[in-house]
């Protein structure tokens, strides 16, 4: 019963962090699952090309 409830306990942290709710803008976009897939940060499509424009 201890691996179900941790199986459980994992599929619910997964579930928030794939929310598809951008950390920088706080906007919803499709783009924010594909970009944590790619590159590893929950940012959307325009945050990423002004990040990458003004690094800073």
Partial sequence: MTKN???KKENINYNDELND?????????????????????KICKSCRVSKTIFPI
């Fill in 5 to 7: 409830n941790l199986k």
């Fill in 21 to 41: 709710i951008c950390d920088e803008c706080k906007k919803q976009d499709e783009s924010v699952t594909h970009n944590l897939i790619l590159t590893g940060f």
